[in-house]
């Protein structure tokens, strides 16, 4: 049945704040499951869609926002196999466009893009990984194809998206390198690669240095700009670079002369375009898999965030937050 919970609604993109209120929570459509919401995480994205900065993304207002989710399974509907009552889950389900989104207590989500949640990690920690795992996957395993034993270059090893690129990439195989700032170098580390401080290394340096100036294999950027446009140069001949962050204008003559394909990461396409829903629940059954092998971890921003103070955790995430940032929805997430 449908009955009452509390939600963060957005009223205005010219203000860009939330406000709590009670609000309907409906029965789960065909094909839906309704969640408890325990944990939202929160990426930049969500702060662009609050600000009216995303307009390919944005609802119609008033509207629940809220990418990623971790929470109980309330109830199941019409069509829905794999997925019982008390199910705890996890996905990129909702907050954009028509899509309600985990902001509040309750959310309908299409069971397709939900996957079990890994038992050895807390709905916090499961709530930071979907969007930048299936990012990760999309662009390190079904774009650039990684073998193990290839020389994989991660740019931006310590930040959202780049941290789980370099576990993915290690989990299968990979020789992994990646840049970082001075300060998050350890971090890099600690993850398995082998840290570059791109603040005292140049391109050509460490493209010498590691690869015998053939360059890298597969290149992540997760960067964008200048980075994305200085892997071009540092990609192997046949080689793969895959960006998620591929929005500005490039010449590709460097990477063109090196027969390198180049490959963009759009992780919200299905949610907005319709396709492909289950393949994101796929990727999320392997991210099980590997966060259960003990191969992937999220890395989290120590500080709690609430539905009252969820406005704060916009904020450090849009300040450049530790990693990844989470809103506690349930007591004890």
Request: net charge negative.
């Amino acid at each position: 049945m449908d009955f009452a919970m509390r939600a963060l609604l957005l009223d205005s993109y010219d203000h860009g704040t939330f406000r709590v209120a009670e609000t309907e929570s409906p029965l789960p459509a065909a094909g839906q499951l309704r969640l408890r919401v325990h944990a939202s995480g929160v990426n930049p994205i969500d702060y662009k869609i609050r600000k009216g900065q995303a307009a390919f993304a944005m609802p119609t207002l008033p509207a629940v926002i809220g990418t990623d989710v971790a929470g109980v399974v309330t109830e199941v509907g019409t069509g829905v196999h794999g997925f019982s009552v008390g199910d705890e889950v996890y996905g990129l389900a909702g907050g954009v466009r028509g899509l309600p989104g985990s902001l509040a207590e309750y959310m309908t989500v299409d069971a397709a893009f939900m996957a079990r949640k890994p038992v050895n990690l807390s709905m916090r920690e499961a709530a930071a990984l979907p969007l930048v795992a299936l990012t990760a996957w999309e662009g390190l395993v079904d774009r650039a194809n990684v073998q193990a034993g290839q020389k994989v270059l991660v740019q931006g090893g310590a930040g959202g998206v780049g941290h789980v690129v370099v576990q993915i990439a290690r989990a299968l195989g990979a020789d992994v390198y990646a840049t970082a700032s001075t300060q998050k170098l350890d971090l890099v580390r600690e993850l398995g690669a082998t840290p570059i401080d791109y603040t005292t290394t140049s391109v050509d340096e460490y493209v010498k240095q590691y690869t015998a100036g053939k360059g890298f294999d597969v290149i992540y950027d997760t960067v964008g700009g200048p980075t994305l446009e200085a892997s071009l140069g540092a990609v192997r001949h046949y080689g793969r670079i895959a960006s998620c962050a591929a929005y500005g204008t490039h010449n590709l003559a460097l990477s063109s002369l090196r027969c390198a394909d180049v490959m963009g990461v759009f992780v919200l396409y299905p949610m907005l375009g319709g396709e492909r829903h289950a393949h994101h629940g796929d990727i999320l059954r392997e991210v099980t898999r590997l966060a259960e092998a003990g191969k992937v971890r999220p890395v989290l921003d120590p500080r709690h965030f609430t539905l009252e103070t969820a406005l704060e955790a916009h904020d450090a995430v849009e300040a450049g937050a530790n990693v990844k940032v989470v809103i506690d929805v349930a007591a004890g997430a």
